[in-house]
C-alpha cells in the first residue's frame, strides 16, 4: 500500500480524460495532474522539443511525490515513453500500449486505422506497440492536425468538422478497416462525426483503457491506495481565457482545485 | 548611422512576411529574427503568458545587440508593447499601430473590420490604437481561431477553408465593412478566399506598413544603416517536421542561416 499520488502528465487539458478514468476506476487514490497549456499543442513540434518538456513534466510530479506517472498526451507518449522510464525511477505508462492492446483484442479482419496528430502518427509509436504485442495487424496511419483546434472551437457537430473528417477518415473507409484507435485526448468528443462517416465498426478511446491497466499495474506493484476518497489537484503552465469551459467539457465535472505553475527547464 | 542588427521576433514563422518586408525596404540592414516555435501559438494563451514570453524574446535580441526590436506577432504587440517598452532601453515597434494608420487613411465609411486571433481581438489593441490616433471610426473585430491552422495545413484554396472563412467573415458582410485588417502574419496567405467573400473593398497587411514606418523612425533616430547587403539570421526555439517549408511561404526565398536556441526564463 502507497498512499503518494499518481502523477498524470498532458500538453493541456485534454489529458483530464484519463484523470477522469482513473477517478473512476480508482476512487481511493490521490490525483496530481500537470497540464503543459503555455507551450500546447505537443503534436506539431519536433521530438526532440517533446523529449525535453515530458522529461520537465514528469520532474514536476516527481518533485510532489508521485508515485507513478502516466503520460496522458498521445504525442508524449509516441516519442517520450522510453527516455522518462530510463530518467525517473518511478513506473511510467503511457496512453499508446493500452489503446493498442484493446485495439488487437477487438480487431476481427485485422486493418487498423490509427488517427492522431503529426507527430503521433510520423513517430511510428503503434507500429512498435503493434510489434511489441506480436500483433499480425495491417495498421493504416493518417493525421489529422484540425481536429484539435476544432474541438477547442467547439464545432463538435459542425458542417465544417463533417467535411474535414470525411477529407481525412476517406482513406479507411476505402481501405475498410474494421478497428480505429482515437490517438489523442479530444477525439473522442469528436465520436459522434466520426461515426457517421466510418459506420459500425470498433473504435478506441485508450483514456478508458489505460485506467485499467494502471489499476492492475498498481495492484501487481503493491502501490494502491485502497482509500474510497482520493483528492484531485490540477496544474496548468497557463491559465488561458476559457480553460476551464473547455476542461470541464474533458473532466466532465466541475473543476475546483487548479492552479497556475512554472515549470523548471531541463535544457 | 548604427551598424547593429534590427531584431524582429513572433511566435512562430508567419513573422518572416516582416523580415521579407523590411529586406526590401532596407536592403543595407542586418536582421535578427526569433521565432518562438517551441511556444507557438501566442493567439489562444493569456495575456499574461504572453507578457512573459515577449519579455523573454526580446531579452534574446537585446542580448545579441539589436538596435531596434519589431514585435512581428499580432496577439504579442496587441498585449505586450506597452510592458517591452517600458523593460528595455530600445526604440520598440508593434505591428499593430502601423495597420491601423493604413486602415484609417483607406476607410470611406468609417466601418472597419479587423481579424485576428482570439488574444488580439478580445484585448482591445486595435480600438485604443484608433483612438490613440484620434480616429472616428467603427471598429467590428473577429476572431478567426481556425485560420492560422488551415494554413499551416496548406489548405489555401480548399472547400473547407471557404465554409470556415464564410462563417467567420459573415458579420463583415453584413455590416458593409469597406477596410478589413488582416491581423495575424498567417492571414494574408488565405486572401484568395478573404477576397472571394468580401470582395471589393480595402485590405490591409501591416507587415508591409510596419517595414515604411520602420525605415522612417530609424531614419529619424538617425540609427539607419545605409549599406546594401544586410544579412538575414534566423533563430527558432524549436525546429519542427515542416518548419522550412513553411517558412519559405512566409519569406519568399529559400531559408538559409537558421539554427534552434533556447530562451532563458523571466517568470
Known amino acids: 500500500m502507497n498512499r503518494d499520488p499518481i502523477g498524470i502528465f498532458d500538453s493541456g487539458i485534454g489529458g483530464l480524460t484519463v484523470v477522469k478514468a482513473v477517478r473512476e476506476i480508482l476512487p481511493g487514490e490521490d ?12 503534436g506539431t513540434k519536433s521530438t526532440d522539443a ?20 502516466v503520460i496522458a498526451c498521445y504525442s508524449a507518449a509516441s516519442v517520450a515513453l522510453d527516455i522518462v522510464r530510463e530518467r525517473f525511477p518511478v513506473p511510467v505508462i503511457g496512453v499508446i500500449q493500452p489503446g493498442a492492446r484493446r485495439a488487437m483484442q477487438m480487431a476481427r479482419t485485422g486493418k ?46 459542425h458542417a465544417v468538422t463533417r467535411l474535414v473528417a470525411r477529407d481525412y477518415l476517406e482513406p479507411f ?12 485526448t479530444h477525439y473522442p468528443l469528436m465520436m459522434k462525426v466520426i461515426k457517421e462517416i466510418m459506420g459500425d465498426i470498433n473504435y478506441v478511446d485508450a483514456s478508458v483503457e489505460v ?21 484531485t489537484a490540477i496544474y496548468l503552465t497557463d491559465l488561458s481565457v476559457n480553460f476551464k469551459e473547455i476542461g470541464e467539457r474533458f473532466l466532465g465535472e466541475p473543476m475546483k482545485n487548479f492552479s497556475r505553475v512554472s515549470l523548471k527547464e531541463s535544457h
Open 31 to 42: 490525483i496530481i495532474y500537470l497540464g503543459d497549456t503555455a507551450r500546447l499543442p505537443y
Open 50 to 69: 517533446i523529449m525535453r518538456f515530458s522529461i520537465e513534466d514528469t520532474q514536476f510530479l516527481v518533485d510532489r511525490g508521485a508515485k507513478y506517472v
Open 112 to 157: 487498423i486505422g490509427v488517427i492522431g496528430t503529426a507527430l503521433t502518427i510520423y513517430s511510428g509509436a503503434y507500429e512498435k506497440a503493434f510489434r511489441d504485442l506480436g500483433a499480425r495487424v495491417e495498421i493504416l496511419g493518417k493525421p489529422c492536425p484540425l481536429f484539435v483546434p476544432l474541438v477547442e472551437e467547439g464545432w463538435l457537430d
Open 173 to 184: 473507409v476505402k481501405d475498410d478497416i474494421d478497428t480505429l484507435l482515437l490517438g489523442c
Open 211 to 231: 485506467g485499467a491497466e494502471l489499476a492492475q499495474s498498481l495492484k501487481d506493484l503493491k502501490l494502491a491506495n485502497p482509500g474510497a476518497a482520493g483528492s
